[in-house]
């Protein structure tokens, strides 16, 4: 599967962004999927992630309350919604995808079978 990240961009403190990640192919839905960021000089991080169904989310506690990960199987494309944002939130953000049954989700990086290409948010105050 190919996957597309979009949606990013440069905002004020307390701004808003929505990243979407299309997915190439017929069988979305059996992937779980998730984001995740890397700081300049840091590692790859997980934010959240969301099974092949939609009904299970988790987050990383950093992103809880502000952030909502979505998806709709239908376009293939899974969302993040990013509130509240603050300058720590600055990265690349990646979409990822790892293929299994409904109850998977991709929480580190090594589980990964598929990456985005990135897409760059920038928060400043």
């Known amino acids: 599967v190919q996957l597309q990240a979009s949606g990013g961009g440069s905002v004020q403190v307390g701004g808003s962004l929505r990243l979407s990640c299309l997915a190439s192919?017929?069988?979305?839905?059996?992937?779980?999927m998730g984001w995740f960021r890397q700081a300049p000089g840091k590692e790859r991080k997980f934010v959240a992630t969301i099974n092949g169904s939609g009904g299970s989310k988790y987050y990383d506690d950093s992103v809880k309350d502000r952030f909502t990960i979505s998806r709709d199987n239908a376009k293939n494309t899974v969302y993040l919604q990013m509130n509240s944002l603050k300058p720590e939130d600055t990265a690349v953000y990646y979409c990822?995808?790892?293929?299994?049954?409904?109850?998977?989700?991709?929480?580190?990086?090594?589980?990964?079978?598929?990456w985005g290409q990135g897409t760059q948010v920038t928060v400043s105050s």
């Open positions: 192919g017929r069988t979305f839905s059996r992937y779980a």
């Open positions: 990822a995808a790892r293929e299994g049954p409904d109850t998977m989700i991709v929480v580190t990086p090594g589980g990964v079978d598929y």
